[in-house]
């Protein structure tokens, strides 16, 4: 599914390091969305182009600090230990000196946010130093990175970086991915084809990331490795009767439905299920509904109890449903807080407490929307 980003990777490496012109490369995508797995295939691929430079992948995580940056690239250049404005000033001699081109990759780049973000303005304005013989390859998750830092180097004539950014994975993607990695498998087949079409469906509706996807596969093969171990240790019964229900050793849709809900909407629906199967109180749904539309409307990270308050009995009208005064409202919050899935931030007034949400937006809107009332109530939004 990234034909097309990895032949932009390659030609970008192809045109700079084997046309020996410094030049930046910005990665931009949320997480599972293949940056690393795709830079990292075209490195490999590219293994002969590449020969005659020097290769540096640096993963920034592993960095103490921001300024941290210098210092590591500076070793991988064998240069002395030097830091501060020193290690930058010997830097920047080295990459304008005679050379091979230096084709340096910093992975996971947010790390290297800085108060006046100054370090990455002065790794990106590298490649534009006069006979600068760097390019470099930048991998992050946020999409305005250079926006917010790099705006300065838009005004030099040569222009910021090249920026490419990888879409969250559609439902198709990841069925195709899931697939490819299941065919590496000998044997009969792991995973059902409906339970992968569903994980896959679900996955791309909430986040479009293939490492998710891959972990709730992998999740789902070892729970049913575990139903297999605890069910062959039943011995046959005395008697000779046979032994326990034969064992399943496909992962079935059940399977995945059961890690899907574990990995985005269990504490929804923890404590256990009621008799018809969910235990999440309609006007705890309610709530949590009025919520995420008000959040969203007020483009906000919390609301007041009142405003949360006002807006829930605006939907429970609408739905000529009973609602519930503010009171009740505020031990409504409290029950929900309790379930990991609010956060309360208490005032001298209840009205005037802070309510806001405790798990991903995408992960409580996935599991409300299962409810035929509650997905309408999303969809209709706010009057
Ligand atoms: N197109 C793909 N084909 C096969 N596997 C993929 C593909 N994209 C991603 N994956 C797999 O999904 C997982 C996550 O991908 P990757 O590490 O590249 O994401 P990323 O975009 O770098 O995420 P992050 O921002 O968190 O670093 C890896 O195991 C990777 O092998
Ligand atoms: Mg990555």
Same mark, same amino acid.
């Given at each position: 599914?990234?034909? =097309?980003? &990895?032949?932009?990777?390659?030609?970008?490496?192809?045109?700079?390091?084997?046309?020996?012109?410094?030049?930046?490369?910005?990665?931009?995508?949320?997480?599972?969305?293949?940056?690393?797995?795709?830079?990292?295939?075209?490195?490999?691929?590219?293994?002969?182009?590449?020969?005659?430079?020097?290769?540096?992948?640096?993963?920034?995580?592993?960095?103490?600090?921001?300024?941290?940056?210098?210092?590591?690239?500076?070793?991988? +250049?064998? !240069?002395?230990?030097?830091?501060?404005?020193?290690?930058?000033?010997?830097?920047?001699?080295?990459?304008?000196?005679?050379?091979?081109?230096? @084709?340096?990759?910093?992975?996971?780049?947010?790390?290297? *946010?800085?108060?006046?973000?100054?370090?990455?303005?002065?790794?990106?304005?590298?490649?534009? %130093?006069?006979?600068?013989?760097?390019?470099?390859?930048?991998?992050?998750?946020?999409?305005? !990175?250079?926006?917010?830092?790099? $705006?300065? %180097?838009? $005004?030099?004539?040569?222009?910021?970086?090249?920026?490419?950014?990888?879409?969250?994975?559609?439902?198709?993607?990841?069925?195709?991915? @899931?697939?490819?990695?299941?065919?590496?498998?000998?044997?009969?087949?792991?995973?059902?084809?409906?339970?992968?079409?569903?994980?896959?469906?679900?996955?791309?509706?909430?986040?479009?990331?293939?490492?998710? $996807?891959?972990?709730?596969?992998?999740?789902?093969?070892?729970?049913?490795?575990?139903?297999?171990?605890?069910? &062959? %240790?039943? =011995?046959? %019964?005395?008697?000779?009767?046979?032994?326990?229900?034969?064992?399943?050793?496909?992962?079935?849709?059940?399977?995945?439905?059961?890690?899907?809900?574990?990995?985005?909407?269990?504490?929804?629906?923890?404590?256990?299920?009621?008799?018809?199967?969910?235990?999440?109180?309609?006007?705890?749904?309610?709530? /949590?509904?009025?919520?995420?539309?008000? +959040?969203?409307?007020?483009?906000?990270?919390?609301?007041?109890?009142?405003?949360?308050?006002?807006?829930?009995?605006?939907?429970?009208?609408?739905?000529? +449903?009973?609602?519930?005064?503010? $009171?009740?409202? /505020?031990?409504?919050? &409290?029950?929900?807080?309790?379930?990991?899935?609010?956060?309360?931030?208490?005032?001298? *007034?209840?009205?005037?407490?802070?309510?806001?949400?405790? /798990?991903?937006?995408?992960?409580? *809107?996935?599991?409300?929307?299962?409810?035929?009332?509650?997905?309408?109530? !999303?969809?209709?939004?706010?009057?």
């Amino acid at each position: 599914g990234r034909e =097309k980003e &990895t032949g932009i990777i390659r030609q970008f490496l192809r045109d700079h390091v084997g046309g020996r012109r410094p030049g930046s490369l910005y990665i931009s995508g949320a997480p599972g969305t293949g940056k690393t797995a795709c830079l990292s295939r075209v490195l490999l691929d590219c293994k002969d182009e590449l020969a005659g430079s020097k290769t540096i992948v640096l993963n920034c995580m592993a960095l103490r600090s921001p300024q941290g940056v210098f210092p590591a690239v500076g070793q991988q +250049l064998g !240069l002395p230990a030097a830091t501060g404005r020193e290690g930058v000033r010997r830097l920047e001699k080295q990459l304008t000196a005679r050379g091979p081109i230096v @084709l340096l990759v910093l992975d996971e780049l947010d790390q290297l *946010e800085s108060k006046g973000q100054d370090v990455l303005y002065t790794l990106f304005e590298w490649p534009l %130093l006069p006979g600068s013989r760097l390019v470099l390859v930048g991998l992050a998750n946020a999409l305005d !990175l250079t926006d917010r830092s790099l $705006a300065r %180097l838009g $005004a030099h004539p040569a222009g910021g970086p090249r920026l490419l950014h990888f879409p969250p994975y559609t439902r198709e993607q990841l069925s195709a991915i @899931l697939q490819e990695r299941l065919g590496q498998v000998a044997g009969d087949t792991v995973l059902d084809a409906a339970a992968l079409q569903f994980c896959a469906r679900k996955v791309s509706a909430v986040s479009g990331d293939a490492r998710k $996807a891959l972990d709730v596969c992998r999740r789902a093969v070892e729970v049913v490795e575990l139903e297999v171990r605890s069910q &062959t %240790l039943l =011995k046959p %019964l005395p008697g000779g009767d046979s032994p326990a229900s034969p064992v399943p050793k496909r992962v079935g849709l059940p399977h995945v439905s059961r890690v899907l809900s574990e990995v985005f909407g269990d504490r929804l629906v923890a404590g256990g299920r009621g008799p018809r199967g969910d235990t999440f109180p309609l006007q705890q749904k309610v709530l /949590l509904c009025s919520l995420l539309l008000l +959040l969203r409307r007020l483009r906000a990270r919390e609301v007041t109890l009142g405003k949360l308050h006002d807006a829930y009995s605006q939907v429970c009208r609408r739905r000529q +449903l009973p609602a519930v005064d503010q $009171a009740e409202c /505020l031990s409504l919050v &409290t029950l929900l807080e309790s379930r990991g899935v609010l956060e309360l931030k208490k005032a001298k *007034e209840a009205r005037l407490a802070k309510v806001s949400l405790k /798990l991903e937006e995408a992960a409580v *809107e996935h599991a409300l929307q299962d409810a035929v009332l509650v997905g309408s109530i !999303l969809t209709q939004g706010l009057c």
